[in-house]
């Protein structure tokens, strides 16, 4: 299952994007599923009715959801990836919550997703050893989605001790990667760069 949490914003989120690629997405790959739990930006409905209109045909393998903590909470843990499109991001978050949960994450090649996600490569398909996260994609466009989501899915169907085992490494790479001491001793490390290397008092 793919997890969409982002806000359905035109302006950063991509949500055209996921408009444009899902309906024929889960008809192509008849094993793919897909739900989003978001709301649109501010009193506009136009992306909530056109979601709700494409779920609705897809015969039950989309579903769309109002933003609730639960449900959202529900979609990380329940989601093998957790993804999104975004044209700019200063941050991020749903990449690093996604793999503290058990998925990969998925999203455009920028910002802080670039920071974050490191691609996927398996020993097993020849890469030196086993590394990454998620999946990129480059262009901000609907065939960069596709391509990214392609493939997450070809990942997902790898037999299951195969993904078992690297999401294992995932959760485990997240949960020391994102560690508040970690996070603060490379924040403090920053800092006596920026103050002439000098400790901070």
């Known amino acids: 299952m793919f997890f969409w949490p982002s806000r359905l914003d035109p302006f950063q989120k991509g949500v055209e994007l996921l ?5 024929h997405f889960v008809n192509v790959y008849s094993n793919a599923q897909i739900a989003i739990v ?14 709700g209109r494409i779920a609705y045909s897809s015969g039950g393998r989309i579903t769309y959801q ?4 639960g449900l959202a909470m529900l979609g990380y843990a329940a989601a093998s990836d957790v993804f999104g ?6 941050c991020g978050q749903i ?14 090649d920028t910002g802080g997703y ?24 480059r262009d901000y466009d609907a065939g960069g989605l596709w391509y990214a989501l392609e493939k997450s899915l070809a990942f997902h ?22 560690n508040l001491g970690y996070m603060i001793a490379q924040y403090i490390r920053i800092y006596e760069r920026l103050n002439g290397g000098r400790p901070l008092a």
């Open 95 to 108: 990449d690093q919550v996604g793999n503290l949960c058990g998925a990969t994450a998925t999203n455009r």
């Open 114 to 137: 670039h920071d974050k996600i490191r691609e996927l490569r398996l020993k097993m398909d020849g890469a030196p050893q086993d590394v990454g996260n998620g999946f990129l994609f």
């Open 19 to 23: 408009e444009a690629v899902i309906g």
């Open 66 to 69: 109002p933003f609730q903590e």
């Open 157 to 178: 169907r790898k037999p299951d001790e195969i993904r078992e085992m690297q999401m294992k490494r995932i959760m485990k790479e997240s949960r020391q990667r994102y």
């Open 38 to 51: 978001a709301d649109g930006v501010g009193s506009d409905r136009t992306h909530v009715d056109i979601l």
């Open 85 to 90: 499109a975004s044209l700019y991001e200063p």
